[in-house]
């Protein structure tokens, strides 16, 4: 399986961006699937998953009522939405198997949250 997160990009305080996880080469049907993220000199954090089953959603304080997962098993994609942003949602995002990783991590996304 291949994980590829795009979506990243430069943005002000306060704007908004939409990532995606596609998947390849299986499929992300019942697994609970959560983003990640990792800034510069941190280790990396989970920030958001949501259930494979329910489709049930936990998202850490840091990002509640910011940001919001969601999931399309058809497209095989995960989104993050994330509003608000703050210059410390500055990192590279990713996506994986949640609560614990279990797949080899793509890529990953840059945010850089600056004015």
């Known amino acids: 399986l291949q994980l590829v997160e795009s979506g990243g990009g430069l943005v002000q305080p306060g704007g908004s961006l939409r990532l995606s996880c596609a998947a390849s080469?299986?499929?992300?049907?019942?697994?609970?699937i959560g983003w990640y993220r990792q800034a510069p000199g941190k280790e990396r954090e989970g920030v958001t998953c949501?259930?494979?089953?329910?489709?049930?959603?936990y998202y850490a304080d840091s990002v509640k009522g910011r940001f919001t997962i969601s999931r399309d098993d058809a497209k095989n994609t995960v989104y993050l939405q994330m509003n608000s942003l703050k210059p410390e949602d500055t990192a590279v995002y990713h996506c994986?198997?949640?609560?614990?990783?279990?797949?080899?991590w793509g890529q990953g996304t840059q945010v850089t949250v600056s004015s």
């Open positions: 994986n198997t949640a609560p614990h990783a279990v797949w080899d």
């Open positions: 080469g299986s499929t992300l049907d019942y697994y609970h």
């Open positions: 949501i259930s494979g089953s329910d489709g049930s959603t």
